[in-house]
């Protein structure tokens, strides 16, 4: 038996359903129900103490559990709040007034993706959507095809 199976039992909405979204809101693990009290709990009895007494360090912290499951290495994985901050991060180190200022996105990335990328415009960003011909793929020489010297960064 594949020793994977044995977390399902960690997981309560799996006795009851298949359970398939993992990008948006994931099953929720039995212990966090636990972790949240324990959250709160910290938040009422340290108050703002809290902050130097862990929670300042735990994105990264919690970065690292991530990271030793994905293999990367300690303090190469940060957690934030959501897909558009990490996205507005990563952007932000760009000079998009600069010749090199080609954003290649996929006609599957998720909406609130192209959101982000389409403001760029604004700053100067030339925006270039490889269209999905059959709603499920994105033939990668299409990708290819659009990647050139004025290419700064490749959504997928
Ligand atoms: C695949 C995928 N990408 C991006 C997002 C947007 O994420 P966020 O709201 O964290 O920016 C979602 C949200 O569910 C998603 O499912």
Not at 16 to 25: G, N
Request: aromatic fraction near 8%; charge should be negative; glycine fraction near 8%.
């Amino acid at each position: 038996m594949d020793h994977l199976l044995e977390w399902r039992k960690e997981f309560p909405i799996l006795e009851k359903t298949i359970y398939l979204v993992s990008h948006s809101l994931g099953a929720m693990p039995r212990r966090t129900a636990d972790a949240l009290q324990e959250f709160a709990q910290t938040w009422a009895s340290r108050g703002v103490r809290a902050w130097e007494e862990g929670w300042w360090e735990m994105p990264v912290s919690v970065g690292d559990l991530v990271g030793s499951i994905i293999g990367a290495g300690r303090g190469e994985v940060v957690m934030h709040q959501n897909v558009s901050i990490c996205q507005s991060l990563v952007a932000s180190c760009f000079n998009w007034h600069s010749s090199r200022n080609k954003l290649i996105t996929d006609g599957l990335n998720f909406p609130s993706n192209d959101y982000i990328y389409y403001e760029l415009e604004r700053q100067g960003a030339r925006i270039c959507q490889v269209p999905s011909p059959d709603g499920i793929t994105v033939p990668l020489e299409r990708l290819l095809d659009a990647i050139d010297e004025q290419t700064q960064l490749v959504s997928v």
